[in-house]
């Protein structure tokens, strides 16, 4: 990340891009930087088009031509870019793969459950279809003994999404 040197010299890393990282990550950050720094739209669109990598913005420019990026508004931007470089994604194979998650050996019970959520991202559960899919997945794939019996213990629905 680049230091910040405009908006209120705070210091604080501006988000940039890489090529092949997810845009809507990348967008994400930059929304979050843009609230804490009070930037004005114009301070969006110049931080968008700064923090995007010398291949995203030529990219950019052949989806805008033949005006600027710098012309167009911080939402026409991202949503330029969101549909150009967006993640789209079958529900149904990543529900499968959600369902493939299994704990590694030695690996700790809340990295498991962040990797459970990372994979639950895009497999379109809400509410508490996604609370029940997270627990039902966390049980199947605990593979470990200790965890096991604990959930066993644990009849009540509410009683083991405390695990999650």
Request: charged share 25%; proline share 3%; aromatic share 6%.
């Given at each position: 990340m680049?230091?910040?040197?405009?908006?209120?010299?705070s210091g604080?890393?501006?988000?940039?891009?890489?090529?092949?990282?997810?845009?809507?990550?990348?967008?994400?950050r930059l929304d979050c930087y843009c609230?804490?720094?009070e930037a004005?739209?114009?301070?969006?669109?110049?931080?968008?088009?700064?923090?995007?990598?010398?291949?995203?913005?030529?990219?950019l420019r052949g989806l805008v031509a033949p005006t600027l990026p710098k012309e167009l508004?911080?939402?026409?931007l991202t949503e330029k870019l969101t549909a150009h470089y967006g993640t789209l994604k079958n529900?149904?194979?990543?529900?499968?793969?959600?369902?493939?998650?299994r704990r590694n050996e030695g690996e700790s019970v809340a990295s498991f459950v962040v990797r459970l959520r990372n994979?639950?991202?895009?497999?379109?559960?809400?509410?508490?279809v996604l609370?029940?899919?997270?627990?039902?997945?966390?049980?199947?794939?605990?593979?470990?003994?200790?965890?096991a019996r604990r959930s066993e213990e644990h009849t009540s629905e509410l009683q083991s999404r405390q695990y999650l």
């Amino acid at each position: 990340m680049a230091q910040a040197s405009g908006l209120a010299g705070s210091g604080i890393p501006v988000p940039t891009s890489t090529e092949g990282g997810e845009i809507e990550g990348y967008l994400e950050r930059l929304d979050c930087y843009c609230d804490l720094m009070e930037a004005t739209d114009e301070q969006k669109v110049s931080l968008l088009l700064c923090g995007l990598s010398a291949k995203q913005y030529d990219t950019l420019r052949g989806l805008v031509a033949p005006t600027l990026p710098k012309e167009l508004s911080y939402p026409e931007l991202t949503e330029k870019l969101t549909a150009h470089y967006g993640t789209l994604k079958n529900t149904r194979l990543e529900r499968a793969k959600f369902r493939a998650v299994r704990r590694n050996e030695g690996e700790s019970v809340a990295s498991f459950v962040v990797r459970l959520r990372n994979a639950v991202r895009y497999c379109g559960f809400t509410g508490t279809v996604l609370a029940e899919n997270l627990v039902e997945q966390f049980i199947m794939g605990k593979n470990h003994t200790v965890i096991a019996r604990r959930s066993e213990e644990h009849t009540s629905e509410l009683q083991s999404r405390q695990y999650l």
